[in-house]
């Protein structure tokens, strides 16, 4: 006696399309991906290499400007700083209203907290006001590139992430031809046109309590042995001790 065929029921035939359908289309999209994502760690290289030229040249023209105005018998003046790292370095204690709301502004609402300042009338009026609550300098490139790279965090609808992988820069600022780390660290280092959107996407970094502890709080860096005030250059000894 011959067996009868197995009918096999018309929704299983179409949930087995379907399930078809959706495997073939999650490949396509896997691999896009990854070409993608290939694509993507390709130019971030390029750029890279880019940025590294075009500083070692920043350099170079600076020694040589150097040199030049040495062997003229003039002094050579190095342009004016156009990005500040500013450090809170005291709490809310005896905080009057005015200097607690430009903390507020400056996006330094803890203790420890360190956000990166372009320099202008206004913002170094702002950094006057709340000088005895503050410490601050002008950052070298190989800090800026270590304080992102260590402690940088992005803002992605308002919640603090990890710069663990590009993709989530180019996600916030490819818009603003931003799409990779080191196109982050450039446009800060070089207060480049689009600094406002890159610095609001980096979270304030959080730093620690610096190895030996600050010097004196109530006394101004100016002094010798106090905390707060303009450290210009000598920002990055303390920074380091905070990381």
Known sequence: ??????????????????????????TERRATAKTERKAARAVAKDNAKKYHAEYAKMDADAIESKRAAKKAGNFFVEAEPKVALVVRIRG???????????????????????????????TWNMLKMVEPFIT?????????????????????????????????????????????????????????????????????????????????????FAEGFGAWGNREELIDRVVKRMM
């Open 136 to 220: 601050y300098g002008y950052p070298s490139r190989s800090l800026v590139s270590k304080l992102i790279y260590k402690r940088g965090h992005g803002k992605v609808n308002h919640s603090r992430l990890p710069l663990s992988d590009n993709s989530i820069i180019a996600g916030e600022l490819s818009s603003h031809g931003i799409n990779c780390i080191e196109d982050l660290i450039h446009e800060v280092v070089t207060c480049g046109d689009k600094f406002k959107q890159a610095n609001n996407f980096l979270w304030p970094f959080k730093l620690s309590s610096p190895n030996g502890g600050f010097e004196i709080k109530r006394h101004s």
């Open 92 to 122: 809310i204690r005896k905080l009057a209203p005015k200097p607690k709301k430009i903390l507020q502004l400056l996006r330094l609402r803890q203790l420890h907290n360190a956000v990166f300042v372009k320099l202008n009338k206004a």
């Open 1 to 26: 006696m011959a067996k009868k065929a197995r009918v096999v029921p018309e929704n299983i035939i179409k949930k087995q399309a379907r399930d078809a359908k959706l495997a073939k289309a999650l």
